[in-house]
């Protein structure tokens, strides 16, 4: 009895001692891995960076992680020298294949979510002039680009100054991003001398998205435009 009873004590201190092992040498991971990620430009800043899944050391020695979850806020993405900041940003990456040395890391699968604030967003549609013919003529009280907010499921609201601009529908195609349908308002299409004027559709390409993954979804929401990520072999590291 006392020779099971030792046997036991031993296997569970053991057990102890290679689940801290374990955890330690993942932490260790986590830290290499955010710093390489930062390095390799895939991120504008050090994200932080969990691996998931038990035994940690098991999945060293195969050199393919099950899952691998990045977060960060305040990254930037943009159009050119156009950039804004991407908030909340989190993404899950499925079949993760490293080197050695954490030098380079390709993922299976990822997909991922963020979001641009309706004030950040308007930084990235061109300004008032461009827009709306003979703007010079309304009186914007200082305005120059078109004000954002949530217009319903798909929508966005805009006005220009003191003069509503309507709802338009927001889609994506690849990394690119179009908001169509804005339209002056009567008073304001009257004052710029032109009739019922429609706006014409506005895109925008955003660049160095994170974690090399690509624009899936856009979707309006209360606080502003939430962007979807996926991505499939892509090159995270290297």
């Known amino acids: 009895m006392r020779g099971w009873l030792k046997a036991t004590i031993g296997v569970v201190v053991l057990s102890g001692v290679l689940v801290g092992a374990d955890r330690i040498a993942v932490g260790v991971a986590e830290d290499e891995a955010a710093d390489q990620i930062l390095k390799s430009g895939r991120m504008s800043r050090k994200p932080d960076v969990s691996i998931e899944g038990f035994p940690f050391l098991t999945q060293v020695v195969s050199r393919k992680l ?55 967003l308007s930084r990235l549609l061109p300004p008032a002039s461009e827009l709306v013919p003979n ?11 078109l004000s954002l907010s949530y217009g319903g499921p798909g929508k966005i609201r805009a006005s220009l100054g003191p003069f509503p601009v309507g709802d338009a529908a927001v889609h994506s195609k ?29 895109s925008f390409t955003l660049s160095e998205l994170p974690a090399g993954l690509n624009l899936s979804s856009v979707t309006p929401q209360e ?15 290297g």
Do not use: C, W
């Open 135 to 145: 703007v010079g003529r309304l009186s914007l009280g200082g305005a120059t680009r």
């Open 223 to 237: 606080d502003g435009l939430q962007l979807g990520f996926d991505g499939e072999d892509v090159k995270l590291i």
């Open 66 to 120: 099950d899952e691998v979850r990045i977060s960060s806020d305040g990254l930037t993405v943009g159009e050119g020298k156009d950039e804004v900041a991407l908030h909340a940003f989190r993404a899950t990456l499925s079949g993760v294949e490293v080197s050695g040395n954490m030098s380079s890391a390709t993922v299976d699968r990822g997909s991922g979510s963020g979001l641009i604030t309706y004030a950040d």
């Open 174 to 202: 690849d990394n690119t991003v179009t908001v169509d349908g804005f339209r002056l308002s009567a008073m304001a299409s009257l004052l710029a001398g032109v009739s019922d004027q429609p706006l014409d559709p506005i």
